[in-house]
């Protein structure tokens, strides 16, 4: 697991699944509008969580992108679940500032409920079409920043489903890091 540390922050990146994140007080569903079960990380989430999750998220529906809502986290490991909406890549524009603010969102949201934990998975990078090395140059930064502001936050995750996606976020993770790399 690659990680730095900036102050009492700790920034990581790992291969693996967002709904196995049992050390993390929050987890981010990269939702689609109506907060439905459907495939990827919503579906897996919506699964793992139980039918509790999807009977709140119906109450919230629909969200635009750049948007996000919290849940509690019902079955998974985790106290809440923080939906966000992704830009489709080439539909939804502008793109870059949507997508960022699906992290502004949730990090505000994290901090707004006293969360120190939070895992993301590389939203919109999917069946949205974004590619991963634009989503996670603007994830990165944008997480790197958010924090700065919200020193509540305490450790940030990034939980990538495939090697390539791990290579990407662990890259921009080195860059960033300014002597802090652990």
Excluded at 83 to 90: A, E, N, S
Excluded at 122 to 148: K, N
């Amino acid at each position: 697991m690659a990680k730095i540390t900036r102050g009492s922050l700790i920034i990581e990146c790992t291969q693996g699944d967002i709904t196995n994140q049992p050390d993390m007080e929050a987890v981010v569903n990269a939702a689609n509008a109506e907060l439905r079960p459907g495939g990827g990380v919503a579906g897996a989430i919506h699964r793992a969580a139980g039918p509790g999750l999807d009977k709140e998220c119906r109450r919230l529906a629909p969200i635009l992108p750049g948007q996000a809502v919290v849940t509690a986290g019902y079955r998974l490991p985790n106290r809440y679940v923080i939906h966000c909406l992704g830009p489709v890549y080439g539909v939804d524009m502008p793109s870059d500032t949507l997508l960022a603010n699906c992290y502004r969102n949730a990090l505000r949201i994290a901090d707004e409920r006293g969360v120190r934990s939070i895992a993301f998975p590389a939203i919109s990078a999917g069946v949205f079409g974004y590619p991963m090395d634009s989503a996670a140059r603007i994830a990165v930064p944008t997480v790197l920043d958010e924090t700065s502001r919200r020193p509540g936050i305490q450790r940030v995750r990034f939980v990538l489903f495939d090697l390539f996606g791990l290579q990407v976020y662990e890259q921009l993770l080195k860059d960033s890091s300014s002597g802090g790399e652990e």
